[in-house]
């Protein structure tokens, strides 16, 4: 069967991860291990491939039962209360924030004030129990409502003043459908609709591969996309795939391909989210020519 296979060039990890990634690889160099707090990235691959040079992933009860050692934050960020834990526990921090998180943070931080002076709602549109959103949460000791979907928004107290983040992932498109939807209700319910602050947070990272994505998914007429399974904007950005393209299917290793997918003449697109490496999309395309040669 002949087929023709291409890599999309915009996939692949983000800068966010590239430099967690860089400064683990360049502690490691040094030291024979290194305690990363969650998953530095979420996709399983890549994380054997730093766990054979010493990265090991612990909980927030591990953190708790370590002494005078070092811990890695990922780019998703982490709330006060970690920062607190390693003080009292003596722990060095190599702190790889992705920046753009931390601006968030600071954001939510300083116009909670602001909304607090107002008797106002924070409201963080994202994955509740993520990394990022907990990290977001924590900015204000947990005085925020974190809605996932627009029936959620069914919550939050119309009369009040809202300010509303995203989480830096989601789908911009999804955001203001939300954001749109909350307005209405506040102005069928006479609210303080001037009051309503909407604040465009969504990663231009990720939001920026939404249209290429939806470009490269009709170019195609079968996509592969790579993603690990815990990924939050793997299943955001294969949504995007798939609306393009039904003939869209999401994998984590090669193993998952089915010779039945495939067609005579198909060209095949491979891509990924942004904590998929290029190399494992090198490695699905060279799977694939290996099989149809
Ligand atoms: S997606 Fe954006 S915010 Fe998140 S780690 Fe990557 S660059 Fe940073």
Same mark, same amino acid.
């Given at each position: 069967?002949?087929?023709?296979?291409?890599?999309?060039?915009?996939?692949?990890?983000?800068?966010?991860?590239?430099?967690?990634?860089?400064?683990?690889?360049?502690?490691?160099? =040094?030291?024979?291990?290194?305690?990363?707090?969650?998953?530095?990235? !979420?996709?399983?691959?890549?994380?054997?491939? *730093?766990?054979? =040079?010493?990265?090991?992933?612990?909980?927030?009860?591990?953190?708790?039962?370590? =002494?005078?050692?070092?811990?890695?934050?990922?780019?998703?960020?982490?709330?006060?209360?970690?920062?607190?834990?390693?003080?009292?526990?003596?722990? +060095?921090?190599?702190?790889?924030?992705?920046?753009?998180?931390?601006?968030?943070?600071?954001?939510?931080?300083?116009?909670?004030?602001?909304?607090?002076?107002?008797?106002?709602?924070?409201?963080?549109?994202?994955?509740?129990? !993520?990394?990022?959103?907990?990290?977001?949460?924590?900015?204000?000791?947990?005085?925020?409502?974190?809605?996932?979907?627009?029936?959620?928004?069914?919550?939050?107290?119309?009369?009040?003043?809202?300010?509303?983040?995203?989480?830096?992932?989601?789908?911009?498109?999804?955001?203001?459908?939300?954001?749109?939807?909350?307005?209405?209700?506040?102005?069928?319910?006479?609210?303080?609709?001037?009051?309503?602050?909407?604040?465009?947070?969504?990663?231009?990272?990720?939001?920026?591969? !939404?249209?290429?994505? =939806?470009?490269?998914? +009709?170019?195609?007429?079968?996509?592969?996309?790579?993603?690990?399974?815990?990924?939050?904007?793997?299943?955001?950005?294969?949504?995007?795939?798939?609306?393009?393209?039904?003939?869209?299917?999401?994998?984590?290793?090669?193993?998952?391909?089915?010779?039945?997918?495939?067609?005579?003449?198909?060209?095949?697109?491979?891509?990924?989210?942004?904590?998929?490496?290029?190399? *494992?999309?090198?490695?699905?395309?060279?799977?694939?020519?290996?099989?149809?040669?």
């Amino acid at each position: 069967m002949k087929i023709s296979i291409d890599i999309d060039t915009h996939s692949g990890f983000c800068y966010g991860v590239v430099r967690a990634i860089e400064q683990a690889e360049k502690y490691l160099e =040094k030291s024979s291990e290194l305690h990363s707090l969650g998953s530095i990235v !979420h996709n399983n691959t890549e994380i054997s491939r *730093l766990k054979e =040079k010493g990265l090991k992933t612990i909980d927030y009860k591990q953190m708790s039962a370590m =002494k005078d050692s070092v811990v890695f934050i990922r780019a998703h960020g982490e709330p006060p209360s970690s920062y607190r834990l390693a003080e009292e526990n003596n722990l +060095k921090i190599i702190d790889c924030t992705c920046p753009v998180v931390l601006k968030l943070q600071e954001r939510v931080k300083n116009n909670y004030r602001d909304l607090k002076t107002i008797n106002g709602q924070l409201v963080i549109f994202g994955k509740v129990g !993520h990394a990022e959103v907990n990290g977001l949460v924590g900015q204000v000791d947990g005085d925020a409502t974190v809605i996932e979907t627009i029936d959620d928004i069914e919550r939050l107290d119309f009369s009040r003043p809202i300010y509303i983040f995203s989480q830096t992932t989601k789908d911009p498109e999804i955001y203001k459908q939300v954001c749109n939807a909350i307005r209405s209700r506040i102005v069928d319910q006479n609210g303080p609709v001037d009051k309503f602050k909407i604040f465009n947070t969504t990663c231009g990272q990720v939001s920026s591969r !939404h249209p290429r994505l =939806k470009e490269f998914s +009709k170019d195609h007429s079968i996509i592969i996309f790579v993603s690990g399974r815990e990924s939050s904007n793997g299943k955001i950005l294969f949504d995007v795939c798939l609306r393009e393209n039904p003939r869209s299917y999401k994998i984590e290793t090669t193993e998952e391909i089915e010779l039945s997918w495939f067609k005579e003449g198909d060209s095949v697109g491979i891509c990924g989210a942004t904590s998929t490496p290029k190399w *494992l999309l090198e490695d699905v395309a060279h799977y694939l020519r290996q099989l149809f040669p």
